[in-house]
C-alpha cells in the first residue's frame, strides 16, 4: 500500500491464507475469455471445447439468412453473396491486422506494449511485395488503440478470440475485443470487401447478415461468459 502498488487494504483479499490482489472486473472478463480461447479446438471446419463439439457456427447464421432471402432464380447472386462472406473472414488483411496488433499489444496480457516490437523484417500477405497497405492499416490501429486506451487506460485488447456457448452449441472467432477496467466490452470484426460498380453502397443483405453476426457474439457472450447487456460499448463491423 506504501509503495503505490495497492491502492488500499480493500485491494487486499486474506480469506485464503494468502494476499493477492483482486481481479478488477475487466482483467475477470479478458482471463475469461484468453483461457476459454485456449482450451478450443477447431477441427474441419468446427469448434470442440471440453469434449463438446459445436453444432453452428455464427458464420453459418449470416449463410442461412442468404439462403432465405435469395430465390432459387437467384442462384448466382446468392453464391456471390456466400463467397463474399467467406472472403471477409479470411481475407490476407485479417492476418496482416492480426500480426500489428501482436506488435502493438502484449498477447498474454492484453495491455499496450511501452514500445511496438520491430516489424520490420514481417512480409504482407495483402501485398507480399509492398508493405504500404500493411503500415496504414497497422497505424490506424494504433490510433485506435492509443484513443481507446487515453479514454480507459488500463482497457486490454485481443484478436482472433474464439468464443463457444455450450448450452446452444454454438460457436465463433470475434476478430477483435477490447475491455475496460470496469469490464465495458467493445466487440469489432474486420471486413474487407471488393469495390464494384453494381452498387453505389453496400448492399443491405450484407448489413443485416453483419447484424445477425453480431448480435449472436453478443449473445454467446452474455450467456456463456457473464457480460451484462450494458457493459457493451461498441459492436459493430
Do not use: C
Amino acid at each position: 500500500v506504501l509503495s503505490g502498488k495497492i491502492a488500499s487494504v480493500e485491494d487486499i483479499d486474506v480469506s485464503q491464507r494468502g494476499a493477492y490482489f483482486q481481479l478488477s472486473t475487466g482483467e475477470r472478463v479478458f482471463n475469461d475469455l484468453l483461457e476459454t480461447s485456449k482450451r478450443i479446438k477447431t477441427k474441419d471446419g468446427g469448434y470442440e471445447l471440453d469434449g463438446i463439439k459445436s453444432v453452428r457456427r455464427v458464420s453459418d447464421f449470416a449463410k442461412e439468412f442468404y439462403e432465405r432471402i435469395f430465390p432459387p432464380s437467384a442462384k448466382s447472386e446468392f453464391e456471390d453473396a456466400v463467397n463474399s462472406l467467406k472472403a471477409e473472414k479470411g481475407t490476407a488483411g485479417h492476418t496482416d491486422i492480426e500480426y500489428a496488433l501482436k506488435m502493438l499489444v502484449d498477447p498474454t496480457t492484453g495491455l499496450l506494449r511501452e514500445e511496438m516490437e520491430d516489424d520490420s523484417d514481417y512480409i504482407s500477405k495483402l501485398n507480399p511485395n509492398d508493405r504500404r497497405m500493411y503500415e496504414i492499416l497497422r497505424d490506424n490501429l494504433k490510433e485506435r488503440l492509443l484513443a481507446i486506451d487515453e479514454k480507459a487506460p488500463g482497457t486490454r485488447f485481443m484478436s482472433e478470440v474464439k468464443i463457444f456457448d455450450k448450452k446452444r452449441k454454438i460457436a465463433g472467432t470475434v476478430d477483435f475485443i477490447a475491455v475496460t477496467p470496469d469490464g465495458k466490452t467493445s466487440i469489432l470484426d474486420w471486413k474487407f470487401m471488393a469495390i464494384s460498380d453494381s452498387y453505389e453502397d453496400i448492399p443491405w443483405y450484407k448489413v443485416a447478415a453483419w447484424k445477425n453476426q453480431m448480435d449472436q457474439y453478443k449473445t454467446m457472450l452474455i450467456n456463456a461468459y457473464g457480460i451484462k447487456e450494458e457493459q457493451f460499448d461498441q459492436t459493430r463491423m
